[in-house]
Each structure stands twice: as C-alpha cells, then as structure tokens.
T-cell receptor, first 116, second 112 residues
Framework: DTGVSQDPRHKITKRGQNVTFRCDPISEHNRLYWYRQTLGQGPEFLTYFQNEAQLEKSRLLSDRFSAERPKGSFSTLEIQRTEQGDSAMYLC??????????????FGPGTRLTVT | DAKTTQPTSMDCAEGRAANLPCNHSTISGNEYVYWYRQIHSQGPQYIIHGLKNNETNEMASLIITEDRKSSTLILPHATLRDTAVYYCIGSAGGTSYGKLTFGQGTILTVHP
C-alpha cells in the first residue's frame, strides 16, 4: 500500500454513460498525476496538477475527459459519453515537490474501466 | 523525454542476481534515469533513479555507463515476488514536472 487510494477499483458502464473516478493522494503531496494503461502497454500520461492548478494535459485527454483537484487534495477524473476505446486502467500518482531535484511518484492501485 | 529500449522479456533463477539492461542513447544532460516496476494488477512502484553516478538502495543497484547511453538495473538476490514488468524511463528532474513516459518495459520472470 503506497498511501495513494483510488475509488472505485472496478467500473463497468455502458457506452454513452458518464463515469467519475476519485483519487486520494498521499496527504502532503502537492503534485498529482493521472495516467491511462491499456492491456499490454505501459501507462500513458494524461494530466497533472500542482496543488489545485492543472498545469499540463496530454493530447490523449479529449474534450470528453475532465479532471479537477478543487482544494489541492483529492482529484476526480470524469469521462463523459464513454466509448469502448476508453476501456483501460486509470492510474493516479502523487509526488512531493519540496525543492529536491527528483520526485519519485507513488501510484495508486488503479481503477479498471470496462465500457460495454 | 529520452526514448529507451529494453528487452521484451528476461528470466532469472530465484536467489540469483537479475541484471536488466536499458539503452537510452538520446538521453539529454538534465534527464535522470528512473526505474519503476509493475507487479500484475498493481500500480507501478518506484525502484531507483540516477543521473551520472551509480546508485544503490535497499531494493536495487543502478549502473549507468560513463557516456550515459545505457544503464543496468541489478536486483542482487531475485525472489519470486520480483516477477514484474520493469520500466526504464528517462525524464527531466529539477524544475520539470516529472511526467513519466513509459515504454513497453521488460517482463522479468523469476523462477524457482
């Protein structure tokens, strides 16, 4: 257990439905990342937050995806009008930027999304 | 981020050292070499990182060549629980936000 939690762990939804995932990072960590991982591939970066500010979004993050981190603590990732291609593991990670040169990321267990 | 190349898979006997190579010939001067691993159905786990010098921690050792074009992750006494996908990543540290670009990784299988 890294201290990063994600909820739910599994989600099955029908095409066209909206889904929302939650990530609770390690409490003192100011950086939070979202990644997506499909079967047999390494995780792909989606977006990241420094405190409550979303500072980078990947081209993978279409207009149907939105992420928030309202108080610089937990974060939510919402997918609207889900498509079968959205089926993947969604991973959250956090790290502490405290003036050190290197910031290892701690990953949660992921949320497995299946779109039928 | 630097492009990295790793073997698709490797085997290792339990109790022996596992040496996982990585080529990163395009790595730039400010990019660190990170190693993460992912055990089946879990999130990736940080192992070690380095810039120029060899590094060792409680999990592994990292040997970086002098020209920084390649590195080797060493698990000194592999156990069955070390069976995982190992990712070598080149990423800028310092003021960078530290986005990790994962490749396909190496599937390490430790057998009895």
């Amino acid at each position: 257990d890294t201290g990063v939690s994600q909820d739910p762990r599994h989600k099955i939804t029908k095409r066209g439905q909206n889904v929302t995932f939650r990530c609770d990072p390690i409490s003192e960590h100011n950086r939070l990342y979202w990644y997506r991982q499909t079967l047999g591939q390494g995780p792909e970066f989606l977006t990241y937050f420094q405190n409550e500010a979303q500072l980078e979004k990947s081209r993978l993050l279409s207009d149907r995806f939105s992420a928030e981190r309202p108080k610089g603590s937990f974060s939510t990732l919402e997918i609207q009008r889900t498509e079968q291609g959205d089926s993947a593991m969604y991973l959250c990670a956090s790290s502490l930027n405290a003036g050190r040169a290197v910031y290892e990321q701690y990953f949660g267990p992921g949320t497995r999304l299946t779109v039928t | 981020d630097a492009k990295t190349t790793q073997p698709t898979s490797m085997d290792c006997a339990e109790g022996r050292a596992a040496n996982l190579p990585c080529n990163h010939s395009t790595i730039s001067g400010n990019e660190y070499v990170y190693w993460y691993r992912q055990i089946h159905s879990q999130g990736p786990q940080y192992i070690i990182h380095g810039l120029k010098n060899n590094e060792t921690n409680e999990m592994a050792s990292l040997i970086i060549t002098e020209d920084r074009k390649s590195s080797t992750l060493i698990l000194p006494h592999a156990t069955l629980r070390d069976t995982a996908v190992y990712y070598c990543i080149g990423s800028a540290g310092g003021t960078s936000y530290g986005k990790l670009t994962f490749g396909q990784g190496t599937i390490l299988t430790v057998h009895p």
